[in-house]
């Protein structure tokens, strides 16, 4: 194994970081809700929440562009956001721009706690991912251990949002929902992987290649 990702904890928080495209791309997630709420909150027009919303998207994107640097992480807010938009605009309630982030939450949160029920914690997969094997890890009980806990701490941000965005969806509170996503998008993310970090800044488990 490389001295890049030597330890499990190394290699989780290297495809973890990966996997969010860091602050900024965490910023550019959140720059198109911001603009939707503050417009919604403003002018209550669901065509102009949303002109703006997807006009910031679009924008953050070339700006991507121009830089040369990755288009994903601006990519997957802009798709987010179309979709929204167009169910939105669809229904004709500003409530809906919000429906497939609470569904997608629902839905990666009940994947992750199945796969801890079956004994498969998604977590591992990201080290299978890194060692060229991706399910020799489950053969070490202790790894299988620490990569159910961290799916755990993984997946409560997801449970979180769900329970207080669902409800406020339902009552079609779109200025709280506004509010809510922004309030426990990155910052929840900080918190989680701030405990991620200090439970790997804890261990020291070596990962051995395919073939070792």
Not at 74 to 97: C, K, W
Not at 145 to 168: D, E, F, M, S
Request: glycine content about 10%.
């Amino acid at each position: 194994m490389t001295d890049q990702a030597a330890t499990v904890e190394a290699v989780v928080r290297s495809q973890l970081a990966k996997a969010f495209g860091g602050r900024r791309g965490i910023v550019e997630g959140a720059v198109p809700t911001a603009l939707f709420t503050v417009s919604w909150i403003i002018t209550h027009d669901l065509r102009t929440s949303l002109t703006i919303s997807v006009g910031a998207a679009v924008l953050l994107l070339l700006v991507r562009v121009v830089q040369r640097s990755t288009i994903q992480f601006v990519f997957n807010a802009l798709f987010g956001i179309g979709i929204a938009a167009f169910i939105a605009s669809r229904t004709g309630e500003a409530r809906d721009v919000f429906l497939p982030g609470i569904l997608l939450n629902a839905g990666t949160g009940a994947i992750m706690i199945v796969s801890i029920a079956v004994g498969w914690p998604l977590v591992g997969f990201l080290i299978g991912s890194a060692t060229g094997d991706p399910t020799a890890w489950h053969d070490d009980r202790g790894l299988v251990k620490l990569c159910t806990r961290l799916t755990w701490v993984l997946v409560t941000p997801n449970i979180i949002r769900v329970a207080i965005q669902g409800p406020l969806w339902a009552t079609d509170h779109v200025a709280l929902l506004g509010s809510a996503k922004l309030a426990l998008g990155w910052p929840l993310y900080v918190a989680s992987f701030a405990v991620m970090a200090w439970m790997l800044g804890r261990d020291r488990t070596p990962v051995e290649p395919d073939g070792a």
